[in-house]
């Protein structure tokens, strides 16, 4: 039996291997025990029933507590050749009835409903009458009072077990580890404790970082600048705060979406649509944005404020990266930020032990952006892993950057704030210090003290943004009333007295998550043609991951391209060929095709059909600026994302139109002598022959140089 699992694993999902929880979980089901599945978010948990629901007679029935995602699953599906359907509310009642009709039929192996549905007893008396021998209780936390999402309809599950002619198997899948969770789910779902699965919760693909005493804003923005053709989520702690961002990013032309709980259903749902759909790019929410996401192509979150605790970062943080591609999780920290989640926590919360509840789980949230151990780690011990090993590439373990010692700079602030008399904010202690006239400071007498205009070389925004290091670092308390009042903590008196230095970290420079190459842009131009003709959102189509194994290996024929993890038969059937036309329009082609865009002064334009389409005939003027700029090949191949080949191709065009003469950089005359020999001696222009007449260091592009320059020696001599 597991090697039929294999194979449906193979035919239709086009992957060679499960993962290790997956072939557990399923093999407890061939071996007819019910069985409880939890594993991290991205870790596989559809494939656990998808295909013993293949395997098994019948109908298997999923439950699903979110709507939203059911179309999804099922388009999926259906994308890969599986007969799948759904009921909920979002159905017209003939659209039900209809449904229903096939389902008696037979016509498919899977159906996903909403727990909702199990109150009804007309849909019960329905599936008394269908062979069901598998139930599938997906999100099943939802069932236990103690989970985050309490869903009272799945408690109904048991009793409708109970109901059906025949006893099915069942299987619950969960990301929620915790022990009453755990036990509620096996005691209502009658799944023997030890039949649990439970892998473990890291997810390596996934890369974190906290950014401190650095600019919010202008990180972000290089960030953006650099990925903006990648898909991304922003989490803010207030719609206020969405609502600013979005303003900010759209009035600067990113493609943003947004979404919050302001905003009215219809709304947020466009919003959310354009996202999945990657018409745009960028998504900025609070919390309430991503409780039934599938979308795998994620490749970045962050958290542009402190989230209020560490269950909520990793659910979020883990909406990155599903696909198993390298995603990034950034944490963007300002100490100002702990204050919107105490005011939070005190406004909405009035029982007394939950607000102590609440308050400690933000302080481990506080904690994690302080601690100087490998973040992964951190997270893995808070949620009960014991045995963990360090990431290797989080910001902790990969932190390479230089410290420089600011302790002269901080005992100056730090003593102006001692003889201010610890009664202000940052901003009036920014001015003491650069010597401002303001009235208010004036007024207070502020002026005559020593330390006044003490730094008077620096702009008051720069101090602002030093003691807003300092307080990140804890050299500086802030209380917590309506105007936020800074205090010397007890570290920052070491400062003061010469027992403690003070290093503050260069700033870190923002990266790009994910090298693309052309091809790679051009193909997800199509997925997304592909997608919207399919009205299903492209990553049902291809994840990114296959897009990229294809636009790495560049299939050519049925066999290759079935050799692509993701590709099943079905998908093989459906889009092989389009593709592989595709695909070879483009290595014949490359030239033509390749994105002319130059990343400094284009227009954020997100509109990838169109930058594909658009004619590249100056393309190479674009690396010409670059070459005269003094970057090497290399660094304009990696600045314009194009490869090394393309761009000495750009060159060379150059060279004909007659726009470079120079070409002494890359041919010394002696070389240029040799190659003229080795042409003479071939007796034509047939590149491999003459490489092979010539030393090793004589390379391809050398000999096209030369060949070139010929040409042109013959015209003008013509
Ligand atoms: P979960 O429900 O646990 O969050 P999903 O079921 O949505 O995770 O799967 C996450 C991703 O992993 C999907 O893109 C899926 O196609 C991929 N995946 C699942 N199983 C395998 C496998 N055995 N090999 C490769 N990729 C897999
Ligand atoms: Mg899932
Ligand atoms: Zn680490």
Redesign the pocket.
């Known amino acids: 039996m597991m090697n039929q699992a294999r194979s449906i694993?193979k035919e239709y999902?086009g992957?060679?291997?499960?993962?290790k929880g997956?072939e557990d979980i399923i093999q407890h089901l061939l071996n007819g025990e019910n069985v409880v599945g939890i594993?991290?978010?991205?870790?596989?948990?559809?494939?656990?029933y998808q295909v013993p629901a293949m395997l098994f007679p019948g109908l298997t029935v999923v439950i699903s507590p979110l709507i939203s995602l059911m179309k999804d699953q099922v388009d999926?599906l259906t994308e890969v050749g599986i007969p799948a359907t759904f009921i909920n509310s979002t159905l017209h009642h003939e659209e039900v009835q209809e449904r229903v009709y096939d389902i008696k039929n037979g016509h498919y192996k899977l159906l996903y409903i909403a727990p909702e549905r199990l109150e009804a007893d007309y849909f019960m008396d329905i599936l008394k009458e269908v062979t069901i021998s598998f139930i599938a209780v997906?999100e099943a936390h939802c069932i236990s009072q103690w989970g985050h999402d309490f869903r009272p309809s799945y408690a109904k599950i048991g009793y409708m077990i109970n109901k059906l002619s025949e006893t099915p198997l069942v299987a619950a899948?969960t990301?929620t580890a915790t022990p009453k969770v755990h036990e509620d789910i096996c005691h209502l779902l009658h799944i023997p404790w030890e039949n649990t699965v439970k892998t473990g919760f890291s997810r390596e693909n996934l890369s974190f970082s906290i950014i401190k005493g650095q600019d919010k804003g202008k990180f972000l923005e290089s960030f953006l600048k650099k990925n903006k053709d990648e898909s991304g989520i922003i989490y803010a702690a207030t719609r206020q705060e969405v609502e600013k961002l979005y303003d900010r990013l759209s009035k600067k032309g990113y493609s943003v979406s947004k979404y919050h709980g302001g905003m009215s259903d219809l709304q947020r749902e466009a919003e959310q649509q354009a996202f999945i759909k990657d018409d745009v790019s960028i998504m900025i929410a609070t919390n309430a944005f991503g409780m039934g996401i599938?979308k795998?192509n994620i490749r970045y979150v962050i958290h542009y404020q402190l989230p209020k605790n560490m269950e909520g970062y990793y659910q979020e943080a883990?909406r990155a990266g599903?696909?198993?591609l390298p995603s990034k999780c950034i944490l963007l920290y300002s100490a100002q930020d702990i204050r919107i989640q105490r005011f939070l926590i005190d406004q909405t919360i009035n029982d007394p032990d939950k607000q102590k509840q609440d308050i400690d789980k933000l302080q481990s949230m506080i904690n994690f952006c302080h601690t100087e151990d490998c973040l992964q780690e951190y997270i893995l011990h808070y949620f009960g892993e014991e045995h963990t090993e360090k990431c290797g590439q989080c910001s902790n373990c990969t932190d390479e950057r230089s410290v420089i010692n600011v302790t002269v700079d901080a005992q100056k602030v730090l003593s102006c704030m001692i003889r201010m008399g610890e009664r202000f904010g940052k901003t009036m202690i920014a001015q003491v210090l650069t010597g401002s006239k303001n009235k208010k400071l004036i007024d207070f007498h502020l002026d005559r003290i020593k330390t006044y205009g003490l730094m008077k070389e620096r702009s008051a925004k720069e101090i602002s943004d030093f003691i807003e290091f300092l307080i990140s670092e804890q050299y500086i308390d802030v209380s917590s009333g309506s105007m936020p009042i800074l205090k010397v903590s007890n570290r920052g008196k070491e400062v003061l007295l010469g027992k403690e230095t003070v290093e503050r970290k260069e700033q870190v420079v923002t990266v790009k998550v994910s090298e693309n190459n052309a091809l790679f842009e051009y193909l997800r131009s199509i997925r997304k043609q592909l997608a919207e003709a399919e009205n299903v959102p492209p990553?049902v189509v291809f994840?990114d991951?296959t897009l990229r194994s294809i636009s790495l290996t560049m299939p050519v024929t049925h066999e290759e391209f079935r050799e692509i993890?993701?590709i099943g038969d079905h998908k093989l059937q459906k889009y092989g060929d389009i593709m592989i036309e595709h695909i070879i329009k483009f290595k014949t082609n490359q030239h033509e095709l390749s994105i002319g865009e130059d990343s400094n002064t284009a227009e954020l334009d997100t509109n990838r059909e169109k930058r594909v389409k658009k004619s590249v005939e100056n393309s190479h003027l674009l690396t010409l600026d670059l070459w005269k700029s003094g970057l090497t090949i290399k660094e304009i191949a990696k600045e314009r994302e194009l490869n090394v080949q393309t761009v000495e191709n750009h060159l060379l065009r150059c060279g004909e139109e007659e726009l470079i003469v120079d070409w002494s950089t890359f041919l010394k005359p002696e070389e240029q002598a040799m190659i003229s020999d080795a042409i003479q001696k071939v007796g034509s222009d047939k590149l491999k022959p003459i490489k092979e007449e010539l030393p090793d260091e004589i390379s391809y592009f050398m000999i096209k140089v030369a060949i070139m320059l010929e040409k042109r020696k013959q015209k003008i001599l013509h």
């Open positions: 694993l999902f992957y060679d291997h499960f993962r997956q594993m991290p978010t991205g870790g596989g948990k559809s494939i656990c999926a997906d899948l990301a599938d795998s883990g599903r696909d198993g990553f994840s991951q993890k993701g």
